[in-house]
């Protein structure tokens, strides 16, 4: 499964954005989608992760500000965020896992809170 990442960029504190990751086959048989980020000097963290069931999932900080969701038909997962802060600057990576294998990462897309 390769994973094309996008919809990153510059956004001002208070702002929102949506990413989106692309996937180069169904994913409707894939059993978790996730978004990680990695912020400079910092540990990847998942953000938010949705199952091939729907059933989502947040990290803390984004609970109440992120929404996960997919469109099979689009073979696409979305990240929406809102009320943005700085400390949300990070690169964003989605990930793809089947059962069984070794899990999937796309190339990962920057996102910059700054005014």
């Known amino acids: 499964v390769q994973l094309q990442a996008s919809g990153g960029g510059l956004v001002q504190p208070g702002g929102s954005l949506r990413l989106s990751c692309a996937a180069s086959?169904?994913?409707?048989?894939?059993?978790?989608m996730s978004w990680y980020r990695q912020a400079p000097g910092k540990q990847r963290e998942l953000v938010a992760a949705?199952?091939?069931?729907?059933?989502?999932n947040y990290a803390d900080s984004v609970k109440g500000r992120g929404t996960i969701s997919k469109d099979n038909a689009k073979n696409t997962v979305y990240l929406e965020m809102i009320s943005l802060k700085p400390e949300d600057t990070a690169v964003y990576y989605c990930?793809?896992?089947?059962?069984?294998?070794?899990?999937?990462w796309g190339q990962g897309t920057l996102v910059t809170v700054s005014s």
């Open positions: 990930c793809a896992v089947i059962y069984g294998r070794s899990p999937y």
């Open positions: 086959e169904s994913i409707f048989s894939i059993n978790v």
């Open positions: 949705i199952t091939s069931g729907g059933l989502t």
